[in-house]
């Protein structure tokens, strides 16, 4: 799937942070699941920040890269999932990740 393909389904914002919850206990798939259903608006959000895909996609990897390794050992996001998640978009797209 690139960026540009169609999103998938709207999911709740108490889902997304069910599967961050269900990823900082490993689960890989919960993991997955959270960035097939958040890539999209997180990519929307760099490409407007950085106004260039090809930086866009390389932040986004990012982003998920410290998503992922922030969530581990947590109970729970540090706020909501998209929040929390958009928050990291704009530090990494401001060049202070």
């Known amino acids: ?3 540009t393909d169609a999103g998938s389904p709207s999911i709740r914002e108490e889902d997304l942070d069910a599967l961050l919850i269900r990823a900082a206990s ?4 919960a993991f997955v ?4 259903a958040t890539a999209p608006r997180i990519y929307a959000t760099l490409l407007a920040l950085t106004g260039v895909a090809a ?3 390389l ?3 990012g982003i998920y ?3 992922w390794e922030r969530m581990r050992g947590r109970d729970a996001p540090p706020c909501p999932g998209m929040q929390w998640m958009s928050a990291i978009a704009h ?3 401001s060049g202070r990740a």
């Open 1 to 3: 799937m690139t960026m």
């Open 26 to 29: 490993g689960d890989c798939d």
């Open 33 to 36: 699941a959270f960035y097939d």
């Open 55 to 57: 930086k866009a996609e």
């Open 59 to 61: 932040l986004l990897e």
């Open 65 to 67: 890269v410290e998503a």
């Open 91 to 93: 530090r990494h797209a």
